[in-house]
């Protein structure tokens, strides 16, 4: 087998990824020798990931008249008391340092007033407008600069490149490398490293209908999982409202229309084209995320459906040019879909979005596995029971960046290179062929597969959910997996075998669905994304623990772990004047 030796690995090339790698290479400037670092990747650098599309923007307390403090009490309350307070508030701080590197280091362009301080939004559950944007598209902005600066610098690059296996030392007791394969040949490749950050961004592909970008599976959850690392909060998913849902021959099914459009006005209607979402909350359609999809669904389970079974987004009566204008992003996406976002009605369903949960970390983005390091949405513990809108990127770029400098200062004081196990390797491929050595399905196709966890995912371990639910869910997803087991792909060649990344990819899903699914039928009451019809209350605040689960022979295994309040409790506040 091929192998690469590196001192720093980086898997993914998102905003944790990218600005791992630069904080990483600006550190390792003062090392002598200097320290090799890599970005290895499922996709291409600079075209592949979630923060390439976000499109609202990045919250950060910048305004005279806005505060950390104020900031951090939004992420904790918006969070239901489940964040961990120190995370949350290395989140808050930093953000000014991150935003300020992107724009004056990194070369990014926000939108600006006409007085030339940074233009910032406003996004539901705060109670400051913070969110800057460069209009409704501001993650190609970032990651644009980002890729930019890190192809300007020595930083190997390993693209197409697929992790499928976190490989420790002989004696279990830190992180060795990785094994991949390489997307274009199918071979497989061992890279060698003293760090490794896993960055590869969660993402609740495993929904019917879901925002993601495609190359992400939950890969890194699964390899975490399998290394018998604790991932923790993994039941809370958080739904997006508005997802455009444009039938069942288009990928653009699931992809999000922006929060903003409710925010400015918008309307929603059911199948009769009535408003219905006064009748769920005195906030109507600017309710948070977890409200207003929780209403969409009841409504959708009524019956009050439009024609493809969703529900529609109206703006007609909003000012036709302002929406045309504030929104040219949203507009141009309906419109290449054959919908009239400005004048008409768009048919959406709410939609999953992201995953609050993920690998337990220290505010070092250090993990119990010594030399991994984990980084963004793999990340668990940031957001609690709920993320606002806005908080993602910060996150991501955030951590990125502390995960660069503590690696770089892990493999200058304590890192080495140390040898494998090559059983584990072994174990490894050998799983990964699986599906070389099974008879394909009759149909030739894992789609099947695929529609079935779909939908046993959206039903049952979705929106609103219930103990029988999720036991049924539980068994079908046991079901899923054993038929995976004895499916087989069509075609041998391995460069560039689609279908076989699509079987990885289902196995991944598969195994991360099981979290979800045990640890929202560990979770007795309802909090933020996560909703028990029979729990609906949510439980004392001051008594609130999380779901921490890891894997064990005997198979997963889930601790209901207190919440430290470090910083406040709940009922009070860190902020000054109020009452
Ligand atoms: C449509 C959309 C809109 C959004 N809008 C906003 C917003 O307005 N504001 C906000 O704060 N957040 C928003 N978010 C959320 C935000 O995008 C994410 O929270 C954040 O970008 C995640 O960054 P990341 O670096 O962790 O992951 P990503 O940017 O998703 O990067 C993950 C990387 O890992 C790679 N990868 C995956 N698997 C493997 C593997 N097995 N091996 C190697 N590489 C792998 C991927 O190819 C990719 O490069 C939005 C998300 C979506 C989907």
New binding site residues.
């Given amino acids: 087998m091929r192998e690469v030796s590196t001192d720093i690995l980086i898997?993914?090339?998102?905003?944790?990824?990218l600005f791992a790698a630069l904080h990483a290479h600006k550190a390792q400037l003062r090392a002598d020798p200097p320290l090799s670092i890599t970005v290895?990747?499922?996709?291409l650098?600079g075209k592949?990931?979630?923060?390439?599309?976000?499109?609202?923007?990045?919250?950060v307390a910048l305004a005279k008249e806005d505060s950390i403090e104020r900031h951090f009490m939004d992420t904790i309350e918006g969070g239901k008391w489940l964040p961990d307070q120190d995370l949350a508030w290395k989140l808050v701080t930093l953000a000014v340092e991150r935003i300020r590197e992107l724009e004056n280091e990194l070369g990014c362009f926000f939108d600006r007033n006409p007085d030339g301080t940074v233009h910032q939004k406003a996004f539901a559950g705060q109670t400051f407008d913070r969110t800057v944007h460069k209009g409704d598209l501001?993650?190609i902005e970032i990651i644009n600069r980002l890729a930019e600066q890190v192809w300007a610098r020595k930083i190997n690059r390993l693209e197409e490149?697929?992790?499928?296996e976190l490989v420790k030392d002989k004696r279990n007791s830190a992180i060795a490398g990785v094994l991949?394969i390489d997307m274009r040949t199918g071979e497989y490749v061992f890279v060698r490293a003293k760090a490794v950050l896993l960055?590869?961004?969660?993402?609740p592909t495993m929904y019917k209908y879901h925002?993601?970008?495609g190359?992400?599976?939950c890969?890194?959850l699964a390899?975490a999982l399998r290394a018998g690392l604790s991932l923790r909060d993994m039941e809370m998913v958080q739904f997006h409202p508005t997802g455009l849902l444009a039938g069942t021959h288009t990928r653009m099914t699931g992809?999000?229309l922006?929060e903003g459009l409710r925010g400015s006005g918008g309307y929603l209607l059911n199948g009769a084209k009535e408003r219905f979402m006064p009748r769920y909350d005195p906030k109507a359609e600017r309710a948070t995320r977890d409200f207003v999809s929780r209403a969409m669904f009841a409504e959708m389970n009524k019956g009050n459906t439009s024609p493809n079974g969703g529900l529609y987004i109206s703006m007609g009566h909003l000012d036709r040019e302002m929406v045309r204008k504030q929104f040219k992003g949203m507009v141009e996406r309906c419109a290449d879909c054959g919908f009239d976002l400005a004048g008409g009605l768009v048919e959406v369903v709410p939609t999953a979005?992201?995953m609050m949960g993920g690998v337990e970390f220290a505010a070092d983005c250090s993990t119990e596995l010594p030399g991994l390091y984990v980084?963004?949405?793999?990340a668990g513990g940031v957001h609690g029971a709920n993320r606002l809108?806005?908080?993602?990127?910060?996150?991501?770029t955030v951590f990125?960046a502390v995960a660069g400098d503590a690696m770089a200062e892990w493999v200058r004081t304590v890192g080495s290179f140390s040898e494998i196990d090559s059983s584990v390797v072994e174990a490894a491929i050998s799983r990964c062929d699986k599906p070389f050595h099974s008879k394909p399905l009759p149909h030739g196709s894992l789609e099947p597969v695929r529609e079935r966890l779909y939908e046993v995912m959206w039903q049952k371990v979705g929106i609103i959910r219930d103990a029988t639910g999720l036991r049924a869910a539980l068994s079908e997803l046991d079901l899923l997996e054993s038929e995976l087991n004895v499916t087989g792909v069509a075609d041998a060649n391995r460069a560039f075998n689609l279908s076989w990344h699509d079987w990885l990819n289902l196995k991944s899903l598969v195994q991360t669905s099981r979290v979800i699914a045990e640890a929202a039928l560990a979770r007795t009451d309802s909090r933020g994304a996560h909703f028990r019809e029979d729990f609906p209350d949510s439980g004392p605040l001051e008594q609130s623990a999380y779901t921490s689960l890891h894997n064990t022979d005997s198979g997963l295994n889930m601790t209901l772990k207190p919440v430290a309040f470090t910083r406040v409790r709940p009922g009070a506040t860190l902020l000054k004047d109020a009452v």
């Fill in positions: 898997l993914g090339s998102g905003g944790a990824g290895a990747v499922k996709g650098l592949c990931g979630c923060t390439r599309m976000v499109q609202g923007g990045y919250n501001t993650g490149f697929r992790a499928v991949f960055a590869t961004g969660g993402g925002t993601p970008s190359d992400k599976s890969d890194g390899m992809t999000v922006e979005h992201y980084a963004g949405e793999d809108g806005g908080n993602g990127v910060a996150n991501s990125g």
